[in-house]
């Protein structure tokens, strides 16, 4: 089985992935292994038709190599999906559908369709996060100083939801970030999750807000860093972490895709959380894990053991 780590430029990925049919061989290799197995009953017996699709014994359905994945049905050739993968995984900050189209050749509206799909696969893993844990809160939102003063909503700077969604964030210090929008920051609604994706005695540090009050009845060893008095790194006491992360959520939000709306902002936090938990490897590993994810084959795991 070839080794996608290895494409270590956009060259090289290039001159590999050089026919349609190479892209197909691949992705079945990656998919199945020797073993091509049903995407609809879960069978193994199964046979190769004339026409490169496969047909299943046990329960009569025909099926491709694309079946049941991102490439399914699009008449977008798979060299050009490789090459958005690949695009994707190694621009840092995101890459623009305006961008993406003039790179692979494909009209904006299918760059954007891409962008849109390959998001999509971007999970969040479920593993809790433990040792010394960093949570904050941002408001995403319209920039209300943009705005005509008479679209202006009363109180809308700084916290209020009514135009800026929430997020909760959590980082591991050197490990994992998780982040979610959250329909407000209060207490009801950040416990359960903080109690979800932290191991109990975590040693937590938050900003001063009320929310997190709690901490220490349910089992956290709790540090706040009081930011209105300007004190904010004493000792272990900071959260320049996680703030280091929405500095980068923000860059890639204003500065590549410049608006995203509510409907689709978590698969953008999705994306950049994948770019932060897997910032230590290198393109051609991203790319190996996008394949993974992809082919439904994708295991976390690696990022750790190979950064
Ligand atoms: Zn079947």
């Given at each position: ?5 290895k ?5 090289s990925?290039?001159s590999y992935?050089d026919t ?5 061989r ?27 699709r496969f047909g299943?014994?046990d ?7 694309t079946?049941?994945?991102?490439f ?6 798979l ?15 995101g890459?623009?559908?305006?961008q ?10 299918t ?5 849109h799909k390959?998001?999509?696969l971007y999970?969040?893993?479920?593993e ?9 809160e ?14 202006k909503?009363?109180g ?14 959590m980082?591991?210090?050197?490990g ?18 903080i109690k979800?994706?932290v191991?109990?005695?975590s ?7 009320s929310?997190y ?7 956290y060893t ?7 008095q ?9 959260t ?23 409907k ?6 999705d994306?950049?959380v994948?770019?932060?938990n ?8 991203r ?10 084959t ?10």
């Open positions: 089985m070839i080794d996608l780590s494409f270590d430029s956009l060259v990925l290039v992935f349609e049919e190479r892209c197909k691949v992705l079945k290799e990656q998919r199945w292994g020797k073993e091509v197995c049903c995407p609809i009953c879960g069978s193994v017996h199964v046979y190769e038709r004339g026409d490169g299943c014994y329960c009569n359905h025909t099926f491709s190599v079946s049941g994945t991102i399914e049905n699009t008449k977008i050739p060299r050009k999906w490789f090459m958005a993968m690949y695009l994707i995984s190694s621009h840092k900050k890459i623009s559908s305006v993406l189209s003039l790179d692979i050749k494909v009209t904006q509206k760059a954007w369709f891409m962008l390959i998001r999509h999970g969040q893993t479920l809790p996060l433990v040792g010394k844990v960093e949570m904050d941002m408001y995403l939102g319209g920039k209300e100083t943009n705005k005509d003063e008479s679209k909503v009363e809308t700077q700084g916290r209020s939801t009514k135009t800026k969604t929430p997020i909760f964030g980082v591991e210090r050197d994992e970030v998780k982040a979610l929008t959250v329909p407000n920051t209060r207490q009801k609604t950040l416990m359960p999750i979800q994706y191991y109990e005695h040693e937590v540090f938050t900003d001063e807000l929310s009050s709690k901490l220490v009845e349910h089992g709790h540090s706040i860093v009081r930011h209105h300007k004190e904010y790194v004493v000792g272990d006491a900071y320049n972490t996680i703030e280091g992360f929405w500095a980068q959520f923000r860059r890639m939000v204003y500065g590549i895709y410049h608006f995203v709306s509510k689709y902002l978590q698969r953008y936090i994306e950049e994948y770019r932060w897997t910032k230590e490897a290198d393109a051609g590993v790319f190996a894990y996008m394949f993974g994810m992809c082919t439904g994708f295991d976390y795991g690696m990022v750790k053991r190979v950064a």
